[in-house]
C-alpha cells in the first residue's frame, strides 16, 4: 500500500476528526477539509453495516483509499476508508473551502458563489470531478494529494446530518468559525 502522511489506522472518529484542516486536491483542484463526518461497521448508519457488498467493496478495502458512491441516484460522495483492511470504515467529506483550480469549480457547478461550490458532501464530489471512476483509489497517489494540516486547528463536533439512523452520534466534525461549513453545527 503506497505510504500517506496522514494515520488512517485509527477509529473512523479519530481519523475523521485529524482531517480537519488537511488539504485535499484532485487533479490539482480542491482545497482545505473543513466538514467530515464518521462512519464504522459497528454503525447502523454506515454503509459496511451489514457486510460487505460489490456497492460497498471498497469501504472494506485498505485504509487510505476512496469509497465512492452514488447518493441518492443523483450526487456521487467521497469517503476515505480508516482502521484495518477488511474492517469497514471511513471518512466522509462533507465540505471543503476551495483553494485551488476554483475557474474549473466554478465551472463543474455552474456557479459563482464560492461558500456553495464545495458545502456538502454532492457538491465537494461535482466541483473536485469525483465519479465511480475514482472508487478504490489509493489517496497518497495521482490523481489525488492529500497533505495534513500545517498547523493545529480547532474543531468543533455535533450529530451527523441527512441519515435516519444512529442520529445522536457525534460523529460529524468541522473547522471552527468556517464559512464554508454545508451547515452550522448546532
Known sequence: MPKTSLDFLASAPEVTRRLIGATLLVHG????????????REDPASHSFSGPTLRNAAMFGPPAHTY????YGIHWCLNLVCREEGHGAGVLIRAIEPLEGMDLMRERRGLEEIRLLCAGPGRVAQALGISSAHNAMAT????????????????????????SKAMDQPWRFGLEGSRFLSRPFR
Open 29 to 40: 483542484v480542491g482545497g482545505r477539509i473543513v466538514e467530515t463526518e464518521a462512519y464504522d
Open 68 to 71: 465512492v458512491y452514488r447518493s
Open 140 to 163: 497518497s497517489v495521482p490523481p489525488f494529494k492529500l497533505l495534513p494540516a500545517p498547523a493545529k486547528v480547532k474543531v468543533i463536533s455535533g450529530p451527523r446530518i441527512g441519515i
